[in-house]
């Protein structure tokens, strides 16, 4: 037991730290593709920050299985320079008793990316798909220049006469005629705009509101110190938008009915990715495991024995993304995706098996 938390410990901190370092490259490429949110669409840095970590689930997906294969090598080639694999052999330890580290942090990681699968991922795409949509919504807000009439939205029509800041206004006319019965036009001192509760928002300061129907022949008029616009009226229209495939939980995507066949395949061959995707970690690590396991151990075929790992792992990962495609166009091969889940498990436990039934004795 001491052995295999000595060696699940090492495993677990390598996994941490090549995942940080994964998911910071990643997080760096994405700070260049959404700077434009602060730069372009008046995001506040909170609200960046809060997108990008939204989606950082998702990435989990793909970055977690490739950390632990990463965590599993780096560990035991380092046990195998420090002569330790040798002495646990030489010992008569069974390559699975000395295996059950990694083997613990797979299982571990395994049961994290179920839940992330299943419960996560649809939860935080959501919530990166909504505030995305939203400040998409505010960026007409955000470009508006003094002097000229700017179409918010259909049926949203605003005017500033000075532009303080990026969101900040000078005398602001409001032509709201969304709701075809009612008739709203506002005339503030100053308005700025932010996003709240996902939803860009205009506050008005100091101004007139009036509103005209088409049951009353005279007008309601309203003298205000603070007045908040919605620009998405209501949640049917922000509604309005399709629900992308991370958004929808695996029962969804495997049982929904969908408009068109084309789209019916797409949502079951992403169910099937969700269920299989969190899987390819532990047959990742008992690859590896086989690698180091059955070779004997020469200076020279150190670099080997890594670039063995590298090659399973990509090849695994792109087997199964390729998988994911190819049940697109041909909905029978799903099972695809669970053999290449099961495949390499079997045939890794074979090869761990083998050299035991062979005469090593258990510790």
Request: overall charge neutral; some cysteine.
């Amino acid at each position: 037991m001491v052995l295999t938390f000595y060696i699940f410990r090492q495993c677990v901190v390598t996994l941490v730290m090549t995942s940080l370092a994964i998911i910071g490259i990643v997080w760096l490429g994405q700070t260049l593709r959404l700077v434009e949110l602060l730069v372009n669409k008046g995001a506040l840095f909170i609200d960046f920050i809060k997108v990008t970590m939204a989606a950082i689930p998702f990435w989990l997906l793909i970055i977690l299985p490739i950390s632990a294969t990463i965590g599993t090598t780096i560990v035991l080639s380092r046990m195998q320079q420090d002569k330790e694999l040798i002495a646990m052999k030489a010992s008569g330890f069974s390559p699975f008793r000395i295996g059950l580290g990694p083997l613990l942090m797979g299982l571990v990681l395994t049961v994290f990316l179920i839940v992330n699968s299943a419960i996560i991922i649809p939860m935080t795409y959501n919530y990166y798909k909504n505030v995305m949509a939203n400040l998409r919504a505010a960026a007409p807000i955000v470009i508006l220049q003094p002097g000229v009439f700017t179409d918010i939205s259909k049926g949203l029509t605003i005017y500033i006469n000075d532009k303080e800041s990026e969101n900040v206004f000078q005398d602001i006319f409001i032509h709201d005629n969304r709701n075809p019965e009612t008739t709203i036009e506002i005339h503030a001192d100053k308005a700025t705009v932010s996003i709240t509760d996902q939803t860009p928002v205009i506050y008005l300061f100091n101004g007139i509101r009036t509103e005209f129907t088409s049951t009353s022949k005279k007008a309601v008029i309203l003298e205000f110190e603070t007045y908040q616009l919605r620009i998405v009226e209501s949640k049917s229209e922000s509604s309005e938008r399709t629900k992308d495939y991370n958004e929808m939980s695996i029962a969804e995507l495997l049982f929904a009915d969908a408009a068109t066949d084309q789209y019916r395949r797409e949502m079951r061959a992403e169910g099937h990715f969700r269920i299989t995707a969190p899987l390819i970690g532990l047959p990742l690590i008992m690859m590896a495991l086989a690698v180091f396991m059955r070779s004997q151990y020469q200076r020279s075929h150190y670099w080997t024995q890594i670039a063995i790992v590298t090659v399973l792992t990509l090849l695994g990962e792109v087997a199964l993304i390729t998988s994911r495609s190819l049940t697109v166009a041909v909905p029978s091969l799903f099972p695809l995706m669970y053999i290449i889940i099961f495949l390499p498990l079997i045939v890794s436990s074979l090869l761990l098996w083998q050299p035991w039934m062979k005469g090593a004795q258990p510790a």
